[in-house]
Nanobody
Framework: QVQLVESGGGLVQAGGSLTLSCAASGRTFSSITMGWFRQAPGKERDFVAAIHWSDGSTDYADSVKGRFTISTDNAKNTVYLQMNSLTPDDTAVYYC???????????????WGQGTQVTVSS
């Protein structure tokens, strides 16, 4: 079992920045991929970014590439999502998730956090 707890969401003006954190606990993480997803009201949950815990391989959705950065702190078992140049379109509930392999499909992520709200005002 893997437990994931997100934090760091909030309200920010357009053009601003936020950093989300996801603290992981439970099984070992050397072969796990950690992903961030987001879901806006009335929309599907979309892939944002992912990182393979051991080799650091990353993947980003086109909509956030160049603005968001995913990273890990192995000592703290924590994954971060640094979000810059935020726009109102980035407003959503952001979820952290864990998967056995690197990918974008929500159904390959077996463990999910409770989500944290990010609201970007214009």
């Amino acid at each position: 079992q893997v437990q994931l707890v997100e934090s760091g969401g909030g309200l920010v003006q357009a053009g601003g920045s936020l950093t989300l954190s996801c603290a992981a606990s439970g099984r070992t993480f050397s072969s796990i991929t950690m992903g961030w997803f987001r879901q806006a009201p009335g929309k599907e949950r979309d892939f944002v970014a992912a990182i393979h815990w051991s080799d650091g391989s990353t993947d980003y959705a086109d909509s956030v590439k160049g603005r968001f950065t995913i990273s890990t702190d192995n000592a703290k078992n924590t994954v971060y999502l640094q979000m810059n140049s935020l726009t109102p379109d980035d407003t959503a509930v952001y979820y952290c998730a864990a998967s056995p392999w690197l990918g974008r499909a929500t159904n390959q992520y077996y463990y999910w956090g409770q989500g944290t709200q990010v609201t970007v005002s214009s």
